[in-house]
């Protein structure tokens, strides 16, 4: 039986750093597991869409139907990816068994610090700005299985293991 753990948040939140951990530590355990981050499936399934809100939202139904099909068939799935929508998370609990969410939250404030793109500070050479947090309103997740405040005060390794420790990954 697989899972799919999805890890939301917004762009420099900490979720690829946190997602890749937790999926290299969850695949010693179990090999059928498989890692997928919203910037490379962008790439993936062809670089077609953009960033408005209507595009970001088609982009995450994307990665949820993606998400479900994997689990059907077994496979664990480490999903990072913004997708700060209330319907797509509603779709996945509705649709994807085993689903996981956790939401690794971080102030406007430190996102606008650390600024690893370039996007809270208007250093970057995208041509539309449709900053999810700052152009874009994002619908935060009301009731995510896991929060994970993430504004520096642990390590990335810490919070990797808080989250294998919630869902009880290792018990057996």
């Not at 010693?28 to 997928?36: G, H, M």
């Not at 139907?65 to 913004?82: G, K, Y």
């Not at 539309?128 to 993430?150: C, Q, R, T, W, Y």
Request: hydrophobic residues 30%; glycine residues 8%; proline residues 2%.
């Amino acid at each position: 039986m697989g899972f799919v753990y999805w890890i939301t948040g917004l762009s420099g939140a900490g979720k690829t750093t946190i997602g890749k951990m937790f999926y290299h530590q969850l695949k010693q355990a179990y090999p059928n597991t498989v890692f997928l981050d919203g910037d490379i499936m962008r790439e993936v399934f062809g670089g077609d869409l953009g960033y408005t809100e209507s595009e970001r939202r088609k982009c995450a139904m994307r990665y949820s139907r993606l998400c479900d099909m994997l689990q059907s068939q077994e496979l664990n799935v480490v999903c990072c990816t913004i997708s700060m929508f209330d319907e797509v998370r509603r779709w996945n609990r509705e649709h994807i068994e085993n689903y996981k969410e956790i939401y690794i939250k971080v102030s406007i404030e430190t996102l606008q610090k650390r600024d690893q793109k370039g996007l809270y500070s208007g250093n970057t050479d995208e041509k539309e700005k449709n900053v999810m947090g700052l152009h874009i309103a994002f619908e935060e997740p009301k009731d995510s299985d896991l929060v994970i405040e993430n504004n520096g005060d642990t390590t990335p390794k810490e919070q990797v293991y808080k989250i294998a420790e919630y869902f009880r990954i290792f018990d057996n």
